[in-house]
Antibody, heavy 119, light 113 residues
Framework: QVQLVESGGGVVQPGRSLRLSCAASGFTFSNYAMHWVRQAPGKGLEWVAVISYDGINKYYSDSVKGRFTISRDNSKNTLYLQMNSLRPEDTAVYYC????????????WGQGTMVTVSS | DIVMTQSPDSLSVSLGERATISCKSSQSVLYRSNNKNYLAWYQHKPGQPPKLLIYWASTRESGVPDRFSGSGSGTDFTLTISSLQTEDVAVYYCQQYYTTTWTFGQGTKVEIK
């Protein structure tokens, strides 16, 4: 069935780096734009980044611009989020989500992976 | 960025009664060229990923019960649950996908009275 599975979360010290992965299955990954969305403890959903189906176009929220990099490997059906210079306020559950077209809602979400930034 | 503001922040409704959530955007999310509102609603339960309920402001996603409905245009939108069920207890978010900074409302928590 259609599935997105995130991995790579964990506890990391401020200033360090972490890379999240999102493995896709059950659909043609290379046809879809992909997003990262996060939810800090007790807070709402915050859109983080998007990458086009071909990996050419990328956009970021102001809160992560310059620190996070979204990428994808269509041959491996996998989405990535490289997170550098992590801050305590980056602590959140990180979800990957797909969208059938560029300006479209997110129809399938992964279960999420927890990232905790703490010394 | 387009700011999405929901009201109320929380809502307590009796079983079988109507629940209504409002969402206002800081600018119109209506594309004149196709007359579509780039507005979606999601349901989020603890320990689960968000679930798409409504898109284009009023189109129900496949499999979503018809007690969920969306309405509105431009900057003002509403999600209505016509007869609240126990399984509807969740946080509901509106989202605009009109621009390349997809923003969510702050969420509305729906509980049983």
């Amino acid at each position: 069935q259609v599935q997105l599975v995130e991995s790579g979360g964990g506890v990391v010290q401020p200033g360090r780096s972490l890379r999240l992965s999102c493995a896709a299955s059950g659909f043609t990954f290379s046809n879809y734009a992909m997003h990262w969305v996060r939810q800090a403890p007790g807070k709402g959903l915050e859109w983080v980044a998007v990458i086009s189906y071909d990996g050419i176009n990328k956009y970021y929220s102001d809160s992560v611009k310059g620190r996070f990099t979204i990428s994808r490997d269509n041959s491996k059906n996998t989405l990535y989020l490289q997170m550098n210079s992590l801050r305590p306020e980056d602590t959140a559950v990180y979800y990957c989500a797909r969208t059938p077209q560029w300006l479209y809602p997110f129809d399938i979400w992964g279960q999420g992976t927890m990232v905790t930034v703490s010394s | 960025d387009i700011v999405m503001t929901q009201s109320p922040d929380s809502l307590s409704v009796s079983l079988g009664e109507r629940a209504t959530i409002s969402c206002k955007s800081s600018q119109s999310v209506l594309y004149r060229s196709n007359n579509k509102n780039y507005l979606a609603w999601y349901q989020h339960k603890p320990g689960q990923p968000p679930k798409l309920l409504i898109y284009w402001a009023s189109t129900r996603e496949s499999g979503v019960p018809d007690r969920f409905s969306g309405s509105g245009s431009g900057t003002d939108f509403t999600l209505t649950i016509s007869s609240l069920q126990t399984e509807d207890v969740a946080v509901y978010y509106c989202q605009q996908y009109y621009t390349t900074t997809w923003t969510f409302g702050q969420g509305t928590k729906v509980e049983i009275k």
